[in-house]
């Protein structure tokens, strides 16, 4: 659907994109992240035309932005980090402004503004002045200004910012279900909102792309060091950290709790190996019982920090 290939974008001496290549298929939704002045908004004022790049290409759809850019933002919708609404005008003659202004008929109109009030949930505010609403619907009614034209890609620039926890939850269920039909990009600080929405991540840092999967390839991809915690039930202390410390991989043996009878580990393993199966043989050998046993998995926070910490 896009393919961006060697996006560079200098402002003077200062290289905001640096050689950045990726490919967004229809259908997904993919979450942009990267700690401020990474590139991030750069990389998506370049894409709805906003910005030149100084170098590279971005095709959409065969079309190249150097050559038919009305073409491709006629394909796109975007919404900006804070909703560019007249405030006062009413919520339906907003959306009926916008229609006109996207050359949709009179009948084309009203079908296309019933649709996105049922979509984006605003048939109970479609009559009301827009500077009455709260910012959660503000933001429905930009995200149906940027749908007005049944766009295939949709760019969206911190979507949920500044919302309370329930109206975070209502747009993002908004986005996934636009998700299935469009190509989604959405920029966001949030990390909790890319695990939650997003079928592939891309981290961008100084201009540069660190990472790109989805979250559970993230945490995979940065497992070189990963905790185990189990519980055991009738081992004496000493003899389970003889045993497991001396399993290959396993760098560190902790006792989180002992207590009734029950001892609670924690082996930090410093290999990209899967030694649960070793360890669980080890176990085996003896009269122990093992309550609880799991890996756990880096945050997305945590790989976050790591791949975008300062050198």
């Not at 850019?69 to 405030?87: D, F, H, R, W």
């Not at 079908?111 to 009455?132: A, D, F, N, Q």
């Not at 991989?249 to 009878?261: Q, S």
């Amino acid at each position: 659907m896009i393919e961006i290939n060697d996006l560079t974008k200098y402002y003077g001496d200062l290289c905001a994109l640096d050689h950045v290549s990726l490919t967004i298929e229809k259908g997904k939704i993919l979450g942009l992240l990267g700690p401020n002045g990474a590139g991030k908004t750069t990389a998506m004022r370049i894409l709805t035309g906003y910005l030149s790049p100084t170098s590279g290409t971005v095709v959409a759809k065969g079309l190249s932005i150097s050559d038919k850019m009305l073409e491709i933002k006629k394909m796109i919708g975007y919404l900006p980090e804070s909703a560019p609404l007249y405030q006062d005008m009413l919520v339906f003659d907003y959306l009926s402004y916008v229609a006109e202004i996207r050359g949709l008929g009179r009948e084309e109109m009203i079908s296309r503004i019933k649709e996105l009030s049922e979509i984006c949930g605003l048939r109970e505010v479609m009559h009301r002045s827009i500077h009455e609403l709260s910012k959660g619907y503000k933001q429905r009614v930009g995200l149906a200004h940027a749908m007005m034209s049944d766009p295939e890609i949709l760019v969206l620039d911190e979507p949920t910012s500044g919302l309370d926890p329930n109206q975070i939850v209502e747009i993002r269920d908004i986005i996934r279900k636009i998700g299935r039909e469009k190509t989604v990009i959405l920029s966001t600080h949030i990390l909790s909102e890319v695990e939650a929405t997003c079928d592939r991540v891309v981290i961008i840092n100084r201009g540069r792309i660190v990472a790109d999967g989805s979250t559970e390839e993230l945490r995979k991809s940065s497992e070189s060091e990963y905790f185990l915690s189990m519980k055991l039930r009738g081992a004496d202390e000493r003899k389970a950290m003889e045993i497991l410390s001396a399993v290959g991989g396993v760098r560190e043996t902790l006792v989180e709790d002992r207590a009734g009878g029950d001892l609670s580990l924690r082996l930090l393993c410093g290999t990209s190996e899967d030694i649960r199966e070793k360890i669980y043989r080890r176990i085996r050998e003896t009269d122990w019982v093992l309550l609880e046993y799991r890996q756990e998995s880096k945050s997305l926070e945590k790989i976050f920090r790591e791949l975008t910490k300062e050198n």
